[in-house]
């Protein structure tokens, strides 16, 4: 009898410190997995401080440095993207039809979406002072983020619906793609 009880009581014992070791091993864990939402956290906040900024500056500054200020804050690939959707069917130098657009293009962008025939951001030509209406996460990725925004112009009484995604490079924030509407 003395050796059933001394055998529970190891037994009890024992169940105890492998529930403290449990949860020892557990704590580290879950609190580098907040260090890690955290970092996320202001990594949005700061593409997101980013582009804002970005947008209105863009559209603050001489419009001579228009191509040179696009070039800043895009990614070379969707520099290159845009500037061939803006020039389609256009009579000017290196300008691509449709077709040839859709071709070259629809491998690594949404070419239904490139805005061709339109500016960069809004879709208009002449603006007075754009402004970000909105600009709300949707959806997330390392280092990679995708803003519903929607611009506005107060003076022309117009707002700018889009989808832009903002990918960290070097330590910095580019734009990677705009999606927008074709003017109807």
């Known amino acids: 009898m003395k050796r059933m009880i001394i055998a529970s009581l190891l037994l009890i014992m024992s169940c105890k410190e492998e529930k403290k070791e449990i949860k020892i091993d557990l704590q580290p864990q879950q609190t ?12 949005v906040e700061e593409a997101q401080k980013w582009l804002k900024t970005s947008i209105v500056n863009y559209f603050k500054a001489d419009i001579g440095n228009e191509e040179k200020n696009m070039q800043k804050m895009t990614t070379k690939d ?17 300008s691509l039809t ?16 490139a805005g061709v025939g339109i500016g960069f951001l809004i879709s208009a030509q002449d603006w007075n002072s754009i402004e970000v209406e909105s600009c709300d996460l949707k959806s997330s990725s390392k280092d990679e983020y995708i803003f519903n925004v929607v611009l506005r112009d107060d003076g022309f009484k117009a707002q700018y619906p889009s989808v832009i995604k ?18 109807k």
Request: glycine share 4%; hydrophobic share 30%; no cysteine.
């Open 78 to 94: 969707y520099f290159d993207y845009k500037t061939d959707a803006t020039n389609v069917d256009l009579d000017v130098d290196g």
């Open 98 to 113: 449709d077709k040839e657009f859709q071709d070259k293009w629809k491998s690594k962008f949404d070419t239904g979406k």
């Open 32 to 43: 580098e997995e907040k260090a890690v939402q955290n970092n996320e956290s202001n990594d």
């Open 166 to 183: 903002v990918v960290k490079q070097n330590g910095s924030f580019l734009i990677a793609d705009v999606l927008q509407d074709e003017p």
